[in-house]
């Protein structure tokens, strides 16, 4: 379990992240909702351990998440930024190879299962015929499920995207949200996820955590969050929330 307890983070003065008391369990799949400047990146990026806090601590089953050698951080939490670093011409197999590196390292001896873990992780990611090609010249979807892959490769029990749909078309981040809720109920890794996307967010979702002036404003499940009074106090924009033909709420800006 991954828990922050009395986490406070500071800018110039001024506290930009202020969370008392927040527990992620595994075999979920959380997404992270609120306005931009609301603290999410800031705490996607204390979870990964990029930044530190200014005060309190993040516990990794209890002990202290900053005391992790990098080796047991990669073995636990997998990250995803919002902006993917350069492949440097790696190739989709290459690049899902990296994964296997926090268990073997550099000199280590592989193993049969490491190249059998590679082979699932691509394959879960439906880039079986993709193998050869280079990562940076691949289409935004295809770029984004090789990075995933790699993610899968680590076999974490926490997996952490940030904003992975922001660049895609509205059918590419469907497929990923689909991706990634059919992984984690085959896996049962924890999945904590920057989103935008209300509707894509309360579709997918076990639990919606969202933010407002760096604080916590709701924590349930999503369809708690799927009326009138509780976006619009979310956005500070008047929203409402229809019934879709299959059952389900939807928001749409009134």
Do not use: C
């Not at 930009?16 to 075999?27: K, T, Y």
């Not at 909702?33 to 089953?61: E, V, W, Y």
């Not at 990296?98 to 280590?108: E, I, S, T, Y």
């Amino acid at each position: 379990m991954l828990h922050l307890k009395d986490i406070r983070v500071e800018r110039q003065g001024r506290t930009i992240l202020a969370i008392d008391d927040l527990a992620l369990n595994e075999n979920e799949i959380t997404v992270i909702l609120g306005h931009n400047g609301s603290g999410k990146s800031t705490l996607m990026k204390l979870l990964a351990r990029q930044i530190g806090p200014d005060q309190g601590q993040i516990l990794f089953d209890g002990a202290p998440l900053q005391a992790m050698s990098q080796k047991k951080l990669a073995r636990n939490i997998a990250y995803l930024p919002q902006h993917l670093p350069v492949a440097d011409g790696l190739n989709v197999r290459e690049l899902v190879r990296l994964g296997r590196f926090p268990w073997r390292g550099l000199l280590g001896r592989w193993q049969s299962d490491d190249e059998h873990i590679i082979d699932q992780a691509i394959s879960d990611t439906d880039l079986d015929a993709y193998q050869g090609n280079t990562v940076d010249q691949m289409s935004g979807g295809e770029r984004q499920r090789a990075w995933i892959a790699m993610l899968l490769a680590q076999q974490t029990p926490y997996m952490l995207l940030d904003e992975p749909t922001s660049a895609l078309d509205l059918s590419h981040q469907y497929a990923l949200m689909s991706l990634l809720y059919r992984l984690n109920r085959a896996t049962g890794r924890g999945v904590v996820i920057i989103l935008h996307d209300i509707n894509l967010a309360a579709r997918f979702a076990d639990r919606i955590l969202a933010l407002k002036q760096g604080v916590v404003i709701f924590d349930d499940k999503p369809q708690a969050l799927m009326n009138s009074e509780s976006l619009t106090a979310l956005y500070d924009l008047p929203i409402q929330t229809l019934q879709h033909p299959q059952g389900h709420e939807v928001a749409i800006v009134a």
